[in-house]
């Protein structure tokens, strides 16, 4: 049978002809995809350069040995980010108000917000995994001596970031502003007044003056959304810059590899 032409296509959608020394081959539309992917990266690489970071961050060599102790790192990190993501849309219709407010926006969350509840409790446990997390990579991390030379700073920001985690705790603790959560932060804040030196300007700073009211909350609400979040986001950074750049240590039961031993010709 014979084929009919197709249909003339309007000027505006005919191909260009070549220009001089172009080939005219026509590609294919998966390849033109594929070649247009590339021409984006190749756009953005050309003005930032950033593909020799991405190649040093992601492209490593790792240690023989290491097992599955080694990813607990990361399953913090996971969780920080599930807390972060999450955090956001309950900020979204959480409301820092002691005169029933906090209480009654939580239990709006929880029972009208599509899929409220869900991100509430995705936040409410990803909290206790994350700390549960934390201290299984500080004891992987100490148990297999990773703490030594040269790895004494990323130790450090660890410890900073293991308090910071915890402050997290605290300080989300008094959000729903239940009874619960009411008079544990209270406790919490006492304890803190009974430590030495800075305990009673801790407990002052925490309250936001000797009554615990409207202005303790809507502060513990600022440290829990802004400012820990921030300086964690920032350690997190620094600590895996240093453990990208210190590569990571090998499990202590592999041996490092003697030389083999030169025997000098003389001898031989
Ligand atoms: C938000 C909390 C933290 C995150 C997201 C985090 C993340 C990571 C990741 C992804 C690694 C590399 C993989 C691994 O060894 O698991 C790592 C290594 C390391 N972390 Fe953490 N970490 C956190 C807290 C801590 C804490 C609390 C400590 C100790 C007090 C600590 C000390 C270290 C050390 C010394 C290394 C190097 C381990 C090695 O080279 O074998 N980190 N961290």
Redo the contacts with the bound molecule.
Sequence with gaps: MRKLPAPPLPKALRPKPPAPGETSEVMDPVEAAADAGITVVDWLDERTSLSPGIRWLLFRKVPRGINWG?????A??FA?LNQAVTGVFLAMYYEPNVNGGAYESIRNINDNVFLGQFVHGMHKWGASVMIIL?FL??G??FF?G??KYP?EL??II??V??IL?LAMGFTGYLLPFNQQSYWATIVGVNINGTGPFIGPYLSDFLRGGPEFGATTLSRFYAIHMLLIPGL?AAL?GL??YL?TK?G??APPWIKVEEPEEVVPVAEV
Excluded: K
């Design positions: 080694y990813t607990l790192g990361s913090t990190l920080f934390i990579h500080m992987r991390v297999f990773a703490y790895r990323t130790w660890g410890v970031l293991l985690t964690m997190i600590h895996l453990v210190l990571i240590s």
